[in-house]
């Protein structure tokens, strides 16, 4: 046996008793003839204290950092206990040392406060792995895998892999693709999820499906994006939205439970997606916080909106608000006692081009009750005050207000909202709150193309009581200008996200499982007939077999782990994961091939851009 205990688990209940550790070198600490050991492994660490003097094997023992050793010793009471990690009250004062494997010093030191930059720890991530933090972030991974698999398992949801190498169907992101030797000129397409797979098990009657599954998209990387990721993917049959729901809050509470042991108290809200963009700006809001954004140009009442007052503002003669499409503010608690200086940062932080504002306008509502803005050329006081009763302000707020058009705008006013919620520290770290959106718009419009897409995929059904309108009228948008006005602009699609503190971290739908309406969805998506069939053949075909009706959802895995360990970044919870370019710097992928590999895949690469 290389060991009998491991580096984390050795106390004062061990004292006396004689123990074989195996490990890491991660500091030496020299005194004299005596040597302190910081020995780890992936439970902890264990100080060794080899006195020289004592016993003649150590002697000239030439360790270094990061040698893999063996260490037999006896249990000690340290005098200077450290009482920061669990074995911080003994030491091993050892009796035998073996070397069992030499170390080139390391890149950087291996130690969670490491001096090692990103992109260095990620050429050596086999390295950066074996750090504390790090390792956390991997067990923490496991941990969640683990919990969501045993919920789904005791929810009779069964495991069915499908497969990696199939047939490529861009809509959406952009496919990776590989080239097939076997079929000279044919590539195969990596799935961008197991989208039709599932659908295709439930037209088989395995009624509950899950897949803890890579997904792969050739997606320019946004912020804390990778081509390839994780998905909890799951796929019900003979249920409506209801049970999707309720059955998805309870994988979620129970992975809560499971890893943070936080028990989710109440109910899980369920907001539209119109509500959630008209009071916060934004499909996916953090709702921790208030801060609802006031339409100051809107005649329309939202639920849970701020209470609207029509066009409140307007033909004031201040040109900008008169002049813009939509002028939207948030009410600031605290804000009044800004200084200009605030003032002026906080306008440079909206006019930035992320943001793209021309300006803030702000509006004191005093501790005192008096009331100041930086128009006060055009508002009387009297006016201030109403527009402070209809944001909801209280005395102390500041009100925040942007202008301009409608989408921009009130884009802004959201990035906004998140970044006081922040600064102010509303966005608590250990708080978590969860949210359904729902009833997103079955289509955007493409201007480019001058077609419908589909918003979540074409396989999302509509509502039930808006097939009809799908199915009765043409989607053919004959006025590009008044695409609003087609009757497709308004179907909602039965599908929902769940969000956690301002992140999705799920979503899916309803499905279409009737072969007619299917055919519909691909002539408004703008396919011919024969294109779709080409595409999607089996899926039409599969719908003439008794489909029954069905429904899903997954969970981005990554970024559920990275919430849940309190993470910014996705990649501190993938073991290997890309930069921000798409590549792997360790393995130095991708890469070019060969010649003759190239010339086996009848593959000839084109040099000009
Ligand atoms: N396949 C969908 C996605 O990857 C999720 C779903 O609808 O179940 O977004």
């Not at 890491?24 to 020995?39: A, E, M």
């Not at 990620?122 to 956390?136: A, E, G, N, P, T």
């Not at 910014?568 to 890309?578: C, L």
């Amino acid at each position: 046996m290389f060991r009998t205990h491991t580096c984390g688990e050795l106390g004062l209940a061990n004292l006396n008793q004689e123990v074989t550790l195996a490990g890491w070198v991660q500091t030496l600490r020299k005194f004299g003839s005596i040597t302190f050991v910081d020995l780890r492994d992936r439970y902890g660490i264990t100080q060794l204290l080899l006195d020289e003097t004592q016993h003649s094997s150590l002697a000239g023992s030439p360790l270094g950092r990061e040698y893999v050793i063996q260490a037999t010793g006896i249990v000690s009471e340290r005098s200077s206990k450290n009482l920061q990690i669990p074995t911080g009250e003994i030491e091993i004062k050892v009796g035998k040392i073996v070397i069992l494997n030499k170390s080139v010093t390391p890149p950087f030191t291996i130690q969670d406060d490491t001096d090692g930059g990103d992109d260095l720890r990620m050429k050596f991530r086999y390295l950066d792995l074996r750090r504390q933090v790090v390792k956390k972030n991997i067990e923490l991974r496991y941990a969640v895998n683990r919990a969501a698999r045993n919920y789904l398992h005791q929810k009779h949801f069964i495991d069915i892999e499908t497969p990696f190498l199939i047939k490529s169907t861009p809509e959406g992101a952009r496919d990776f693709v590989v080239p097939s030797r076997m079929n000279a000129g044919q590539f195969y397409a990596l799935p961008q999820s197991p989208q039709t797979f599932k659908q295709l098990l439930m037209v088989s009657g395995y009624d509950r499906y899950y897949q803890v599954v890579k997904c792969f998209r050739d997606e320019d990387l946004r912020a804390d994006r990778q081509p390839e990721f994780t998905q909890i993917d799951c796929e019900m049959s003979f249920i409506e939205q209801n049970d999707i729901l309720e059955m998805f809050e309870g994988l979620i509470k129970y992975i809560f439970k499971e890893v943070k042991g936080i028990e989710y108290k109440g109910e899980i809200e369920r907001m539209t997606w119109e509500d959630a963009m008209w009071v916060y700006g934004n499909d996916k809001p953090d709702i921790r916080f208030d801060m609802k954004i006031a339409n100051l140009k809107s005649p329309i009442k939202r639920k849970g909106a701020v209470e609207a007052g029509g066009w409140i503002i307007a033909n004031a003669g201040f040109p900008v608000f008169d002049n813009a499409e939509t002028v939207l503010a948030i009410s600031v608690p605290g804000g009044a006692t800004w200084t200009r200086k605030q003032f002026d940062e906080l306008t440079d932080w909206v006019k930035r081009p992320q943001i793209g504002m021309q300006g803030l306008v702000y509006i004191r509502y005093n501790e005192d009750g008096t009331i100041k803005s930086s128009v006060d050329k055009f508002y009387s006081e009297e006016k201030l005050l109403s527009i402070a009763s209809y944001c909801q302000s209280q005395k102390g707020d500041v009100i925040l207000i942007l202008a301009g058009r409608e989408e921009k705008t009130r884009k802004a006013i959201s990035d906004l909202r998140l970044e006081l919620g922040e600064r102010l520290g509303l966005r608590k770290k250990d708080e978590y709150t969860l949210l359904w959106v729902l009833d997103f718009p079955l289509f955007e419009y493409s201007e480019e193309d001058n077609r419908w897409v589909a918003r979540h995929h074409p396989f999302t059904a509509p509502k039930p009581d808006q097939i009809s309108t799908m199915i009765n009228h043409d989607p053919v948008i004959s006025n590009p200008e008044l695409y609003l006005e087609h009757p497709y602009a308004n179907i909602k699609a039965n599908a929902y996200d769940m969000v956690l503190n301002g992140n999705e971290i799920g979503g899916g739908s309803i499905r279409i499982y009737q072969r007619e309406l299917q055919e519909k969805m691909f002539d408004a998506l703008g396919m011919t007939r024969e294109e779709a069939n080409h595409k999607f053949g089996f899926l039409l075909g599969a719908f003439e077999y008794g489909a029954p009706p069905h429904g899903g959802i997954a969970f981005g895995f990554d970024r559920l782990c990275a919430i849940l360990g309190g993470s910014e970044s996705i990649r501190d919870f993938i073991a290997f994961p890309k930069n921000n370019s798409g590549r792997d710097v360790m393995l130095d992928a991708p890469s070019t091939i060969d010649e003759k590999q190239l010339r086996e895949l009848f593959i000839e690469i084109r040099t000009e851009k």
